[in-house]
Structure formats: C-alpha cells, structure tokens
C-alpha cells in the first residue's frame, strides 16, 4: 500500500512541475501527446540494503543421530581432529540469508560451553557460506570465547546479491577432553550472530 501511495505522490507532483512550467517554452500537441523540448526530468532513486537471515537449529531425537542437538562431547563426530560427517565437525543447525547486497559483515560472538560447576569448553564453530563449482564448502570459522568480526565474502568472486538456504553450521571441540577433570553433565553456551550491510548500494 505504501509503494501505491508514493506513486501517486510522483506522479501529482511531475504534473504540478510541468503545469507550472507552462508558458516558459512551448508544448506542442502531437496525436495527444505533449511534448517538452530540450529538457529532460532527473529521477533519483535510493533503495537500502535489505538484509533476511533465519537460524534453524537442528533437533536430535536421540544420540545415535548424526547430526543435531543434543549431542555427546566426547563423541567422534566433534573430536579435534574428526573425519566423521565432515572435517569441520557435527552439523548442529543451519541458516539462510537473502540480501540485495554483498556487501555484508558478518559478527558472531560463541561464550565457551559452561557446566554448572563452572568448568569450560571451547569449541570452533563452522559456516558455511556458499559452494563452488566443484561443490567445496566455503564459510568461516568461529572460535569460542572470540569475537569474529569479517566480510561475508572475500576474493575476486564476490556475487552481486546474496541468496542461499540451509546452509549449515558446524561444532568441534577446539582441544580434547578426555581426561577425567570434565564433569559429566549439560554444558551450555550463548552464541550471537549478527549481520549488517557494510555500505551504499
């Protein structure tokens, strides 16, 4: 409805403009049409940046499952060094991001996992941000107890807009914990994403 209203808006104001210009050059009439020599109307146009993100966590009905949260810490699949699923870790969630610019900065803060004895975790989280034309993820990376501050893409091939869905979110462990000094338990953490458009379109 606003969009129909600022078009009227336009339009009554160009018609007032060119009434008022009357009598200071001459209209000619041609089948109906008035035609305005050697003079022309500016239109300036702005649009702001339109930025659309969604985060899905992932819910695992049980801890045989491969992907999702809950999860155990000492499982395979978020070791330091894992292979299982994938080199950056357990896909706990995914996010989308429509924006009409690229032009985006991206800032994650992840607290370190807490039990409630106060003992800590750090842990690296992944996102994946697009995939090239061999199908290699390309994201960035996220350490707990940091803040990650950064463009959203990076190099020569920087799209014109951005547009992706489900695109995932990775957990690893940053050390091990195998020793005996790791409480059993619930850990928990807070982590915060934020993502502005870093100029003018």
């Known amino acids: 409805m606003k969009k129909s209203i600022m078009i009227i808006l336009i339009s009554f104001a160009a018609v007032f403009l060119l009434s008022a210009a009357d009598g200071q050059k001459e209209w000619f ?3 109906n049409h008035l035609v305005y020599p050697d003079d022309h109307i500016d239109l300036i146009v702005k649009q702001d940046a339109l930025i659309t993100m969604i985060i899905k966590e992932i819910p695992s009905n049980n801890f045989s499952s491969t992907e999702g949260m809950p999860f155990y810490l000492n499982g395979e699949d978020v070791s330091p060094e894992t292979t299982v699923n994938s080199s950056h870790g357990r896909k706990i969630a995914t996010w989308n991001l429509t924006s009409n610019t690229s032009d985006i900065d991206v ?3 992840a607290g370190s996992l807490s ?7 750090d842990y690296v989280l992944w996102f994946d941000t697009q995939y090239d034309n061999s199908g290699t993820d390309i994201g960035f990376e996220v350490s707990s107890a940091n803040t990650f501050e950064g463009s959203l893409y990076s190099g020569e091939s920087i799209p014109d807009t951005v547009s992706f869905e489900d695109n995932g979110i990775y957990f690893k462990l940053a050390d091990d914990i195998s020793d005996d000094s790791y409480p059993v338990g619930d850990y928990t953490a807070n982590v915060t994403i934020e993502v502005t458009y870093g100029g003018d379109l």
């Not at 039990?115 to 975790?121: A, D, L, Y």
């Open 115 to 121: 039990h409630s004895t106060g003992k800590t975790v």
């Open 29 to 31: 009439v041609i089948t």
């Open 107 to 109: 800032k994650v803060t």
